[in-house]
């Protein structure tokens, strides 16, 4: 009996860790709040947004806005929102003033139960909406001085986009977003960037790359079927 045991007691040791790998993580949302943020140039406009926790196993990892987009069965993104302290050296108190911003893109693994920043460049959380399809995101990118506004889709597991088409306008501090959100059609996979001026450009995506499927038009030279 005592040789039986030294036997499988190292077996059910060995067989522990793979049982607890195998264990599946829950991912769970929490109820919607309303919370306040100021956007703006002046951060003097207010913008009241739906915010809800979102759980790993229980435990409190983010705090997102807006509908998750499933990328597979496994992993999905979602736009995150901060808490930010906003109080100043002067102020009296040890007690924090939380301000709500607007974040960048994470993505959630229900597989592993891991989150991470999602690599979307010059996507600017107050002026880009991004547009998801399959695991490509459509935006309209900001330049580093906050000026220049570029026609941008990324896919997810590559360093850089695979278009960062400067556009012929500029950010207007008046207009939040810089841009409307792009537009996907399937068959071929097809994203349509609209302007402030109401123009479009297409892009068609093949794969790791894009390419124009026609130059800048309108909503009247489309009425008349000009491309």
Not at 28 to 51: N, S
């Amino acid at each position: 009996m005592r040789i039986l045991l030294r036997l499988l007691i190292p077996l059910v040791l060995a067989g522990m860790p793979l049982s607890a790998a195998s264990k599946p993580h829950v991912i769970t949302f929490g109820k919607w709040t309303t919370v306040e943020t100021l956007t703006g140039p002046e951060e003097v406009q207010k913008l009241h947004l739906k915010v809800r926790p979102l759980y790993v196993d229980g435990k409190l990892k983010e705090f997102t806005e807006g509908t998750p987009h499933e990328i597979t069965e496994r992993l999905f993104v979602v736009q995150r929102m901060i808490r930010v302290n906003d109080s100043l050296p002067s102020d009296t108190g040890a007690t924090p003033q939380w301000v709500w911003q607007l974040g960048g893109w994470i993505i959630v693994d229900r597989g592993s139960g891991h989150v991470a920043a999602a690599n979307l460049p010059k996507f600017e959380p107050e002026l880009s909406l991004a547009s998801w399809y399959r695991d490509y995101a459509a935006y309209c990118g900001i330049s580093a001085d906050g000026k220049k506004i570029y026609a941008t889709v990324v896919q997810l597991g590559r360093r850089k986009p695979i278009l960062d088409k400067p556009l012929d306008e500029t950010v207007d501090d008046s207009s939040n977003p810089a841009c409307a959100s792009p537009s996907w059609q399937r068959h071929p996979p097809r994203v349509t960037f609209r302007s402030q001026d109401d123009q479009k450009l297409s892009f068609a995506v093949r794969r790791h790359a894009v390419e124009v499927t026609n130059e800048v038009t309108n909503d009247d030279e489309d009425e008349n079927g000009t491309e």
